[in-house]
């Protein structure tokens, strides 16, 4: 089961870039993580085969998708996955996102309702708002977490794959990691190398889940609380907001770090696998 690259023009004039897998029968979105994109998903893809048809774009800013100068709120986002879910014909999918992905997820979720069949977030990356204070702290932000470590320019491949080798969402270099590193970067017209994910993404994105809250009304519909064991998300605090919000929620701890279906990915596939496999049975035999 491999994805195949798909382009969608929106209204807006972008172009929005998404991977499909088409045999499957249950619709299936997946929302990758700042500075990420679509092949992430591609072991996932894999393991759930033929049931779901799944959709993984590259979100504005990211991948091979359009890289405007400004653009990047939640809302924004959200109506890029408005028209592509009228382009693929679906009124409702499930819905997973990681980290940042995850936020967006949850906010799309609230703000419709209606269009998710279940919902899957993964590690989320500060799902609430955050005091306006924190902004000082962005640019020591910016050095030191591991999926902006690549936004800078490399004279060579090698040096970039010689830092990559050495991040948490890479480690253990597996065939998998390779091919979602060597999607992430690009050559410039000068011979340099760097991540294709845009500074003015990540300045607005920013702004956006610190201003923004994740979670702001009860959900009714099956939800799934992933928690890496080295994740972001390891005190009460944290994962309160999810059982004050998420009526119908299981929580479940996996295997490895905040990138667990790039370190981990046979277990974090299964738990995936299991929780929608859960819900087909649910609309199969309804009490």
């Not at 172009?15 to 299936?28: C, I, K, V």
């Not at 990211?62 to 890289?67: I, T």
């Not at 702290?137 to 990559?164: G, H, N, W």
């Not at 500074?199 to 890496?228: H, K, N």
Request: aromatic letters at 10%; hydrophobic letters at 40%.
């Amino acid at each position: 089961m491999s994805f195949k690259r798909r382009n969608l023009t929106l209204s807006s004039g972008l172009n929005l870039s998404y991977l499909e897998t088409e045999r499957g029968q249950h619709p299936l979105m997946l929302l990758h993580g700042l500075a990420d994109h679509g092949l992430v998903w591609s072991s996932l893809a894999q393991t759930l085969g033929s049931d779901y048809h799944i959709v993984a774009p590259d979100l504005r800013g990211h991948g091979e998708s359009s890289k405007p100068p400004q653009g990047y709120s939640f809302a924004a986002m959200i109506a890029d996955i408005q028209e592509l879910m009228a382009h693929l014909g679906w009124s409702s999918a499930h819905i997973l996102g990681h980290s940042w992905g995850a936020k967006l997820a949850a906010i799309w979720a609230t703000r419709f309702p209606e269009q998710g069949r279940s919902l899957i977030l993964v590690d989320p990356f500060f799902i609430g708002k955050l005091p306006m204070a924190f902004k000082v702290t962005f640019p020591l932000l910016y050095r030191v977490l591991p999926f902006l470590k690549l936004m800078r320019s490399f004279p060579t491949y090698e040096e970039a794959e010689t830092l990559a080798k050495g991040l948490k969402q890479y480690r253990g270099w597996s065939p998998l990691q390779q091919q979602v590193f060597q999607n992430a970067i690009k050559q410039q017209p000068d011979g340099t190398w760097t991540s294709k994910f845009t500074v003015a993404a990540r300045q607005e994105i920013f702004e956006d889940v610190m201003r923004v809250d994740g979670l702001t009304e009860e959900l009714s519909l099956p939800a799934l609380l992933v928690l890496p064991e080295k994740g972001l998300n390891r005190t009460n605090w944290q994962i309160n907001p999810f059982r004050h919000y998420l009526a119908n929620l299981q929580i479940i701890s996996v295997p490895g770090n905040h990138w667990a279906f790039l370190v981990e990915p046979e277990t974090f596939n299964s738990v995936i696998q299991e929780f929608l496999d859960q819900q087909k049975k649910s609309c199969q035999n309804p009490e």
